[in-house]
């Protein structure tokens, strides 16, 4: 009992820059309550004292505004950060070495008795604030899910899922990603902390869509000044454009700019 506990603290001194002393994070820590609760809690439970369970699960909610149903399966070093306002449901089961912050929901969209509703979080899964994760489906080994992200279906291992609704990003097209986007001048997750990275890379889209539009009716004008636009319709088509109609500012509200 007391090597698991030291093992729950110890992860939080690791992975918290803020936490300073074990007699800290073992006192001023409502991650660490949370689950000591929920292994009473669940104890509980599964010895079927149904009541029981749910009435420690709801004092836990009161002290430390973390809500985990006692059926929920919790594994070893999970590391609630903050976690204000996190609901994990009753068929939910979150790994070992899983990291959930603050307004996360592990939910179920569907309302029958007695089947998997809730996600399963593979070891080493990173759920980021306001993160909301809705069906029996599974979220992979190494896995992370962005801030704010709807995720409805399964996460490979070592993926990444961001946007609403979420988007799968496998590790290695993610570096590859990267690798284009700085050559682009921006970096998918460096230039602001809330950035969606694919409407970051549609407006550099329709950025670039826009100089060429221009280019090119800049090269019809100075045509027409030399003169010799019938040299060169048996080229370039007579209908091509020669004023500029691409409409970029609205193309970049569209997708959040």
């Given at each position: 009992?007391?090597?698991?506990?030291?093992?729950?603290?110890?992860?939080?001194?690791?992975?918290?820059?803020?936490?300073?002393?074990?007699?800290?994070?073992?006192?001023?820590?409502?991650?660490?309550?949370?689950?000591?609760?929920?292994?009473?809690a669940h104890a509980c439970w599964t010895n079927d004292l149904k009541w029981l369970g749910r009435f420690i699960s709801q004092l836990s909610r009161f002290l430390t505004g973390i809500e985990i149903h006692p059926g929920a399966k919790?594994?070893?070093?999970?590391?609630?950060?903050?976690?204000?306002?996190?609901?994990?449901?009753?068929?939910?089961?979150?790994?070992?070495?899983?990291?959930?912050?603050?307004?996360?929901?592990?939910?179920?969209?569907?309302?029958?008795?007695?089947?998997?509703?809730?996600?399963?979080?593979?070891?080493?899964?990173?759920?980021?604030?306001?993160?909301?994760?809705?069906?029996?489906?599974?979220?992979?080994?190494?896995?992370?899910?962005?801030?704010?992200?709807?995720?409805?279906?399964?996460?490979?291992?070592?993926?990444?899922?961001?946007?609403?609704?979420?988007?799968?990003?496998?590790?290695?097209?993610?570096?590859?990603?990267?690798?284009?986007?700085?050559?682009?001048?921006?970096?998918?997750?460096?230039?602001?902390?809330?950035?969606?990275?694919?409407?970051?890379?549609?407006?550099?889209?329709?950025?670039?869509?826009?100089?060429?539009?221009?280019?090119?009716?800049?090269?019809?004008?100075?045509?027409?000044?030399?003169?010799?636009?019938?040299?060169?319709?048996?080229?370039?088509?007579?209908?091509?454009?020669?004023?500029?109609?691409?409409?970029?500012?609205?193309?970049?509200?569209?997708?959040?700019?």
């Amino acid at each position: 009992m007391f090597s698991r506990l030291k093992s729950d603290v110890q992860c939080i001194l690791e992975r918290d820059p803020a936490a300073r002393t074990f007699w800290e994070v073992l006192t001023c820590y409502p991650g660490v309550h949370a689950v000591l609760l929920h292994r009473l809690a669940h104890a509980c439970w599964t010895n079927d004292l149904k009541w029981l369970g749910r009435f420690i699960s709801q004092l836990s909610r009161f002290l430390t505004g973390i809500e985990i149903h006692p059926g929920a399966k919790v594994g070893e070093r999970v590391f609630f950060d903050h976690a204000m306002g996190v609901v994990v449901g009753e068929t939910a089961e979150i790994g070992d070495d899983c990291t959930i912050y603050q307004g996360v929901t592990l939910g179920g969209t569907s309302l029958y008795k007695g089947t998997k509703r809730h996600p399963t979080l593979g070891r080493g899964v990173v759920v980021g604030a306001g993160a909301q994760v809705l069906g029996g489906f599974v979220v992979g080994d190494g896995a992370k899910v962005g801030s704010n992200a709807v995720v409805t279906k399964p996460v490979p291992a070592g993926a990444t899922a961001v946007g609403n609704p979420a988007r799968i990003i496998q590790a290695e097209l993610d570096v590859k990603r990267e690798e284009v986007a700085s050559k682009m001048g921006f970096s998918a997750y460096g230039v602001t902390q809330n950035d969606d990275p694919l409407s970051q890379a549609m407006r550099g889209l329709i950025d670039n869509a826009a100089t060429q539009e221009h280019q090119i009716a800049m090269i019809w004008k100075a045509i027409e000044q030399l003169n010799c636009p019938r040299q060169v319709a048996s080229i370039v088509p007579l209908d091509a454009a020669r004023q500029e109609h691409f409409e970029a500012d609205k193309l970049n509200q569209l997708v959040g700019k």
